[in-house]
């Protein structure tokens, strides 16, 4: 198996890597050309293009950070439609709405190419160890395909149903995740005002059940000392965090309208994470 990976960020990046851990060919694209060396140092093949990345290979990775990120990648002379050969499947990896993914399908198979939305959660470090969890949907016949693509990264792959359902998945699960920093942050600042030191309030809600590991490494952030919280570096990383957030809980609050759904509790969300993320901005805390 060839595959090409378009897009090496904070999750594209270790992605890329597993793959080529796992001794598939891999060809990789970033419009930052420092990004595309470091993967080369350990084993990638550079391209100039996405058209150039996707040339020969059976699978293509795409993990941009939004959805007119992903239609630019595709798109065009440059695109991975215009460089990928027919029978390729396009994996979409970035959080995005189940619309663009169906629209991207349909030009897809204009093209003879397969895709798939193929969300992943679990963050880097896990991606990393080849432990993501795959969110997908598309045709069981296309994931069967660029299976070995897949399992380079994850333990676990749930097919979701038809093209689109791997976003609707996606923006559900981001969901629990952000109402559950909600509720982390809220419940520390509380325990802070009443004088409970935060090792205190962990142990307590580890001991019953009540704070996942992952609410714990989040709540590392409140931690780190002022100074370190509020460095230029720290702040334009959280801000980088925010960003993804308020863009994923302003797709799950389009989708539930779409849907005839309220989600008042994402709404508020949406308008608070700046403070749950610790970013120095007072017009959105």
């Known amino acids: ?4 990976y378009i897009g090496l960020g904070n999750m594209g990046a270790p ?6 851990a796992q001794g598939i060919e ?6 930052a050309p420092a990004a595309i060396e470091a993967c080369v140092a350990k084993g990638a093949k550079p391209a100039a293009s996405p058209a150039a990345a996707a040339a020969g290979c059976d699978a293509i990775g795409v993990c941009v950070p939004e959805d007119d990120h992903v239609r630019a990648v595709l798109r065009g002379a440059n695109g991975v439609l215009a460089g990928a050969p027919r029978g390729a499947v396009i994996a979409l990896h970035s959080t995005i709405l189940p619309a663009t993914a169906e629209e991207l399908a349909r030009e897809a198979s204009a093209s003879g190419l397969g895709l798939l939305d193929a969300c992943v959660t679990g963050g880097a470090a896990r991606a990393l160890q080849g432990k993501l969890v795959y969110l997908i949907g598309g045709e069981a016949e296309q994931i069967t395909r660029i299976k070995p693509y897949l399992d380079a990264c994850a333990e676990r792959i749930v097919h979701a149903g038809p093209i689109g359902s791997g ?10 995740t952000y109402l559950q920093w909600i509720a982390a942050y809220e419940s520390l600042t509380l325990a802070k ?4 030191p935060q090792q205190v309030l962990e142990d307590a809600g580890r001991g019953n059940g009540q704070l996942t590991e992952l ?16 460095s230029e570096n720290m702040q334009n990383y959280l801000r980088t965090q925010l960003y993804t957030a308020e863009k994923d809980l ?4 389009k989708l539930a309208k779409d849907s005839g759904v309220a989600l008042p509790g994402t709404a508020l969300a949406s308008q608070i994470m700046a403070r749950v993320y610790a970013v120095e901005d007072a017009g959105r805390r």
């Open 193 to 196: 005002a009443v004088g409970l």
């Open 167 to 176: 976003a609707k998945l996606k923006l559900c699960i981001n969901l629990i």
């Open 26 to 31: 891999t060809t990789v694209y970033d419009i």
């Open 215 to 230: 609410m714990v490494q989040f709540m590392a952030l409140h931690k780190a000392p002022d100074a370190a919280r509020k």
């Open 15 to 20: 992605m890329a890597m597993r793959l080529v």
């Open 250 to 253: 302003a797709w799950a609050l």
């Open 1 to 4: 198996m060839r595959a090409a």
